[in-house]
């Protein structure tokens, strides 16, 4: 089992930034991919970034140039750093990890910009 807890979600200003954190506990060797994706409110959850353990990024076009992924895979840590925040980016963000052929999830952390 692999437990993965998240940090840094909170209230912002449009323009202003967050960083998220994702840290990934239990057995969590070989974890290949992580990632985070958000969902708001009567909408699917959809991805907004993902990285592989050798670094390769695939990052959702609504917040490319804003958004960037990073990992220290040493902690099994994954990271988001969220700038020039908009009020569309307000969800839960949810971080994910793939192990083989499972998926863990995080609980969430919730993500407002106020306008």
């Known amino acids: 089992q692999v437990q993965l807890v998240e940090s840094g979600g909170g209230l912002v200003q449009a323009g202003g930034s967050l960083r998220l954190s994702c840290a990934a506990s239990?057995?969590?060797?070989?974890?290949?991919?992580m990632g985070w994706y958000r969902q708001a409110p009567g909408k699917q959850r959809e991805l907004v970034a993902a990285i592989a353990s050798g670094g390769r990024t695939n990052v959702a076009d609504s917040v490319k140039g804003r958004f960037t992924i990073s990992r220290d895979n040493a902690k099994n840590t994954v990271y988001l750093q969220m700038n020039s925040l908009k009020p569309e980016d307000t969800a839960v963000y949810y971080c994910?990890?793939?192990?083989?052929?499972?998926?863990?999830w995080g609980q969430g952390t919730q993500v407002t910009v106020s306008s």
């Open positions: 239990g057995n969590a060797f070989s974890i290949n991919v």
């Open positions: 994910n990890a793939y192990q083989f052929a499972l998926i863990y």
